[in-house]
């Protein structure tokens, strides 16, 4: 069965610095990705749907690659402020649900 | 345009007692899914039921949960007899879409079992 892979240490960088978060699927190519960010306490939120098909996606700072020959996803947070610290989940298509990753932590320090 | 609503935010259940969990999608949203997150662990898939439906429960156990979403009213999760292992964040996402679109979560029930 698929697998979401994300690194589970956590990410520290300096603010203004663009932080990028790896997402890896071990089998089939999903027809989508999705990432999410979850701060403590809370549901997570939507950020961007990336489909297969396409190679890169773009939304204010944020900027989603995927990958297929590597079968790999990267968020990329430019110019990170210290409000972008959270979890950011990557999730693929599985039958009717999202099957998410454990999340990576990223902590952005002034 | 509230958002998914989910209640109560924290529940606190002695074990074997019965846990309700309460979720209204957001406004238009016929599509709701359950999921659950343990400490550490990634958010796990439940159940996905549209108005009146159970689509895909593969993901609930077989034994002491159920899921409903009625006609009229929430969706609600149900856990008959909790046990300790079931302490956990349960999240409700609801979608306007059929399933793998852009997903709306609540803000999660805790719910601790003493």
């Known amino acids: 069965s698929q697998k979401i892979e994300q690194n589970s240490e956590a990410l520290n960088i300096q603010e203004g610095k663009t932080a990028t978060l790896t997402c890896n699927y071990t089998n089939y190519s999903p027809a989508y990705l999705q990432w999410y960010r979850q701060d403590p306490g809370r549901g997570p939120v939507f950020l961007l749907l990336i489909r297969e098909n396409e190679k890169e996606k773009r939304k204010e700072r944020l900027k989603v690659t995927f990958d297929t020959t590597l079968k790999q996803s990267l968020l990329h947070i430019t110019a990170s402020q210290p409000a972008d610290s959270a979890t950011y989940l990557c999730a693929s298509n599985s039958g009717y649900a999202l099957n998410f990753g454990k999340g990576t932590s990223l902590l952005v320090t002034p | 345009n509230a958002g998914v609503m989910q209640n109560p935010r924290h529940l606190v259940r002695r074990r074997g007692q019965e846990a309700r969990l309460r979720c209204s999608p957001m406004?238009?949203?016929?599509?709701v899914y359950w999921y659950r997150q343990l400490p550490e662990e990634g958010l796990k898939f439940m159940v996905y039921l549209q108005k009146e439906n159970i689509i895909d429960e593969s993901g609930m156990p077989k034994e002491r949960f159920s899921a409903e979403f009625p006609k009229e009213g929430p969706s609600i999760l149900r856990i008959q007899q909790v046990v300790r292992g079931d302490s956990a964040a349960y999240f409700c996402?609801?979608?306007?879409?059929?399933?793998?679109?852009?997903?709306?979560f609540g803000q999660g029930t805790r719910l601790t079992v003493v």
């Open positions: 406004k238009g949203h016929s599509h």
């Open positions: 996402a609801s979608s306007q879409d059929s399933a793998n679109t852009e997903a709306f």
